[in-house]
């Protein structure tokens, strides 16, 4: 499995990006996919994750401003990303784990996850 990110970039406060993350290789009908990120000289955190029953977690900081999706006839996930703040600039991974059909309530948890993107770059200014 190769996860491979895009969609990031430079964008002024208040802006929006839209995020992209191409699967290939996935056979798997089960999913729990997320986005998680990390800033500068932070720790790595859950952004949002959906699963395979559409089932969505967001974290509190970015609740009714980033929305994910998944369009798994492209195999790719989305995350748009609104009404962007300063705090939002990180490196955005992409994650996967194929043997979950939910993500649940660790959805959060990075080390649940088997699979990871490159990661692209967000800054907000």
């Known amino acids: 499995v190769q996860l491979v990110e895009s969609g990031g970039g430079s964008v002024q406060a208040g802006g929006s990006l839209r995020l992209s993350c191409a699967a290939s290789?996935?056979?798997?009908?089960?999913?729990?996919m997320g986005w998680f990120r990390q800033a500068a000289g932070k720790e790595r955190e859950g952004v949002a994750t959906?699963?395979?029953?559409?089932?969505?977690n967001y974290a509190d900081s970015v609740k009714g401003r980033f929305t994910i999706s998944s369009d798994n006839a492209k195999n790719t996930l989305y995350l748009q990303l609104n009404s962007l703040k300063p705090e939002d600039t990180a490196l955005y991974y992409c994650?996967?784990?194929?043997?979950?059909?939910?993500?649940?309530?660790?959805?959060?948890?990075?080390?649940?996850?088997?699979?990871w993107g490159q990661g692209t770059q967000v800054t907000v200014s």
């Open positions: 994650a996967a784990e194929p043997l979950f059909s939910r993500c649940g309530s660790a959805w959060y948890e990075g080390e649940r996850y088997r699979y």
């Open positions: 290789g996935y056979t798997y009908s089960t999913y729990c």
């Open positions: 959906i699963d395979s029953n559409g089932i969505t």
